[in-house]
């Protein structure tokens, strides 16, 4: 005897709101949909720049905001919030980022690490001497650090523009050299970008960091915890020399990456927990109204909280905050410069330097090291590459736009060394993003 069927659950409609929201929802899930917004922020803030209204672009990051703490006053210009404040959350979930690859990704084993990380290298000694060389004994020679970095949002979104004529393990060569490079980046500003050391308040960052270490060796998992320390750390580093932003990194070294439930656990509590909705149902009922079903799902929550890392956690929800929101307020506060006079512009030693780093010297270093580590049996080339296909990657490691936006503003205080480090990184990173594109475009 068959046993009765259950009648057909009905569709419920879709609300207009979430129908509306879809597309928007698509578009944000895609690789290229921060470099997107990044690049219309950028336009956006160059044609501000050299509009009729240039001067109000101008004035308005340099308006001062205040902000009182424990009876102290803040006061920093609206450009200094967004580079030394916002920031800061960007090199907090860079740092996420790092900490998640060293533990469990690409730079988690040495064999694997080998190859992204010797690309790194080569990509950022080479473009440093090119520019070195270039701007030796010059006013500009401060600013060797700028076509160091790769911008891993405008490069990921070239690629995945490409779609799948790249092979995933380049994908993954140059997400891992990118981290790799921000390591780089983040060791540069601290030990040459760093103005006199204040001790008493690299003491009290010392203080906060051994209370975060603390939590993480407790246990503790609440990321309000950490948050509240971090802008105690924020504010120490801010007084210290240290450049702010480095508090972030230093912040996301100290969340927890263990899960508090392990996987067993999870999958027996969660199957009781489905179980017990299941049995619960009641004709004519809704979630609403069944208390066990509620107590069903809030212990099906709690387990699925136990089973994530705060690391993961805390990545996964900053991710579309940094993506959509810091880094093109960041880009609008700092690619604004105005062209007047660019022929002349681009035959200056620090704009040549830093279009000659970015377009040159990383293509050539990437390539070089990378070579250089498979020739002497420390990495091996992925099979589904090949040296043309990682030679275009490499061009597309020359975009170099945030961090190099973000260190030349450290380099110069000059408004004209500035000017011209902004028109090199807008021309180099755009150049090398076209050659890399084409490149991989036509590659087999």
């Known amino acids: 005897m068959t046993e ?14 979430v129908r509306a929201l879809r597309p928007f929802q698509r578009f944000a899930h895609t690789e290229s949909a ?22 109000s672009y101008f004035h308005l990051w340099e308006t001062h905001v205040g902000v009182s703490l424990a009876g102290r006053v803040l006061d920093l210009s609206l450009h200094h919030w967004i580079n030394d404040g916002l920031m800061a959350v960007f090199f907090f979930v860079v740092g996420l980022e790092i900490k998640r690859e060293m533990l469990v990704g690409e730079l988690s084993s040495a064999r694997q690490a080998a190859l992204p990380i010797a690309g790194a290298l080569g990509g950022m000694l080479v473009p440093a001497g090119i520019y070195a060389a270039i701007n030796a004994g010059g006013p500009g020679s401060a600013g060797w650090g700028i076509p160091m970095a790769t ?34 980046a983040v060791l540069v500003i601290a030990l040459f970008y760093t103005s006199d050391l204040a001790w008493s308040a690299l003491l009290a960052g010392g203080v906060v960091l051994g209370a975060l270490i603390a939590l993480n060796v407790l246990g503790v998992r609440r990321p309000g915890a950490y948050l509240a320390l971090g802008v ?26 263990r899960t508090r439930v392990h996987e067993e656990e999870f999958l027996a509590v ?27 799902i809030e212990a099906l929550e709690h387990v699925s909280e136990g089973v994530q890392s705060p690391l993961f956690t805390m990545e996964r929800k900053l991710h579309g905050a940094v993506a959509f929101v810091i880094m093109p307020v960041f880009a609008l506060a700092n690619a604004g410069v105005s062209l007047g006079g660019l022929l002349d512009t681009l035959a200056l ?22 070579w250089l580590a498979v020739r002497l049996g420390w990495a091996t080339l992925p099979a589904q590459a090949s040296w043309r296909t990682l030679h275009g990657v490499s061009w597309l490691g020359g975009i ?19 000017d011209s480090a ?17 490149m991989l475009r036509t590659a087999k």
């Open 4 to 17: 009765p069927t259950a009648p057909p659950v009905p569709e419920r409609p879709t609300p207009i709101i």
């Open 34 to 55: 921060g470099g997107v917004v990044l690049l219309a922020c950028a336009a956006l803030a160059l044609a501000w720049a050299n509009s009729p209204w240039a001067e």
């Open 151 to 184: 911008d891993i949002a405008f490069a990921l979104g070239v690629l995945a523009l490409l779609g799948p004529r790249v092979p995933v393990v380049l994908k993954v060569f140059l997400t891992a050299l990118a981290i790799a490079d921000d390591i780089g």
């Open 232 to 257: 105690l750390l924020w504010l120490a580093f801010l007084q210290s020399g240290v450049h702010a932003t480095v508090a972030g990194v230093v912040l996301a070294m100290t969340i927890p990456s």
């Open 270 to 296: 969660a199957r009781g927990a489905i179980d017990e909705f299941d049995a619960a149902c009641q004709p004519g009922e809704t979630v609403l109204t069944n208390r066990a079903q509620q107590e069903a």
């Open 349 to 370: 030693p620090v704009t040549l330097g830093v279009v000659l780093g970015l377009l040159i010297g990383k293509p050539l270093g990437i390539t070089l090291f990378a």
């Open 400 to 418: 170099g736009f945030t961090m190099s936006l973000f260190i030349a503003g450290l380099a110069f205080s000059d408004a004209s060394l500035l």
């Open 422 to 438: 902004k028109v090199g990184i807008l021309a180099g990173s755009l150049a090398a993003g076209i050659v890399g594109w084409a």
